[in-house]
T-cell receptor
Framework: EPEVTQTPSHQVTQMGQEVILRCVPISNHLYFYWYRQILGQKVEFLVSFYNNEISEKSEIFDDQFSVERPDGSNFTLKIRSTKLEDSAMYFC???????????FGPGTRLTVT | RKEVEQDPGPFNVPEGATVAFNCTYSNSASQSFFWYRQDCRKEPKLLMSVYSSGNEDGRFTAQLNRASQYISLLIRDSKLSDSATYLCAAKNAGGTSYGKLTFGQGTILTVHP
C-alpha cells in the first residue's frame, strides 16, 4: 500500500538555524499539507499546497516558513530561523482530491535547542 | 470557543468494556468528519469517516448529528490494543477551503486487563 514518507525522523537544530523537512507524498496525489503538533497539544494545520502554490495557510505559517515542491515528488517545509517554540512533530499529509481522506506521514520530530 | 472540542479524558476501561467518545464542532461550514487514532509520538491514522447516517466498522460505530453539531465514536468489546488517543477532525468543503483538517485535542483511552 502506498504511503507518505518523511525525512529525517528526528532533527536537532540550534535556535536561529534553518531547517528543511522533507516529505514524499503518495505518487498520484494532488493536494499536500503540513501540520504540526507540539508535545501534549493538538495537531494544528500549517499550510496546504495545490498546483504548485500555497492554497491556504494558518496564522502559524508566518514569513519564517516556506514550502516547495522542487521536483514533482518531494514536498518540503523550510523554517528559516528556528525558535525554541518551533520544537514539535511536523506531519506531512496528502490526498488525491479534497473529497478524499488525508493520509499522514510518520512525522519529523524537530528539537530546537 | 474552540472549533473542534473533545473531552480529553483519560478514559480507563477494562478489556471488553464499551466506551463512547464525544466531539462537538462550532463551524457550521464543516462538511466532513473523521476519527483518527494516534499512538504515542506517531502520526494520526485514519480510523473512520463519519456520515450522517452513521457508520460501523467492526467494533467501531461513528455517528454525526448535524443539528447538534456533535460527533461520537463508540468502541465495543475494548481490546488492550485500542489504547491510544482518539482524534476528532472536521473538514470544510468548497469555497476557499482546500481540505484542511481541524483537529480536537484528542481523547486518551487506556484499556487495562
Amino acid at each position: 500500500e502506498p504511503e507518505v514518507t518523511q525525512t529525517p525522523s528526528h532533527q536537532v537544530t540550534q535556535m536561529g538555524q534553518e531547517v528543511i523537512l522533507r516529505c514524499v507524498p503518495i505518487s498520484n496525489h494532488l493536494y499536500f499539507y503540513w501540520y504540526r503538533q507540539i508535545l501534549g497539544q493538538k495537531v494544528e494545520f500549517l499550510v496546504s499546497f495545490y498546483n504548485n502554490e500555497i492554497s491556504e495557510k494558518s496564522e502559524i505559517f508566518d514569513d519564517q516558513f516556506s514550502v516547495e515542491r522542487p521536483d514533482g515528488s518531494n514536498f518540503t517545509l523550510k523554517i528559516r530561523s528556528t525558535k525554541l517554540e518551533d520544537s514539535a512533530m511536523y506531519f506531512c499529509a496528502s490526498i488525491l482530491t479534497v473529497g478524499y481522506e488525508q493520509y499522514f506521514g510518520p512525522g519529523t520530530r524537530l528539537t530546537v535547542t | 470557543r474552540k472549533e473542534v472540542e473533545q473531552d480529553p479524558g483519560p478514559f480507563n476501561v477494562p478489556e471488553g468494556a464499551t466506551v463512547a467518545f464525544n466531539c462537538t464542532y462550532s463551524n457550521s461550514a464543516s462538511q466532513s468528519f473523521f476519527w483518527y487514532r494516534q499512538d504515542c509520538r506517531k502520526e494520526p491514522k485514519l480510523l473512520m469517516s463519519v456520515y450522517s447516517s452513521g457508520n460501523e466498522d467492526g467494533r467501531f460505530t461513528a455517528q454525526l448529528n448535524r443539528a447538534s453539531q456533535y460527533i461520537s465514536l463508540l468502541i465495543r468489546d475494548s481490546k488492550l490494543s485500542d489504547s491510544a488517543t482518539y482524534l476528532c477532525a472536521a473538514k470544510n468543503a468548497g469555497g476557499t477551503s482546500y481540505g484542511k483538517l481541524t483537529f480536537g485535542q484528542g481523547t486518551i483511552l487506556t484499556v487495562h486487563p
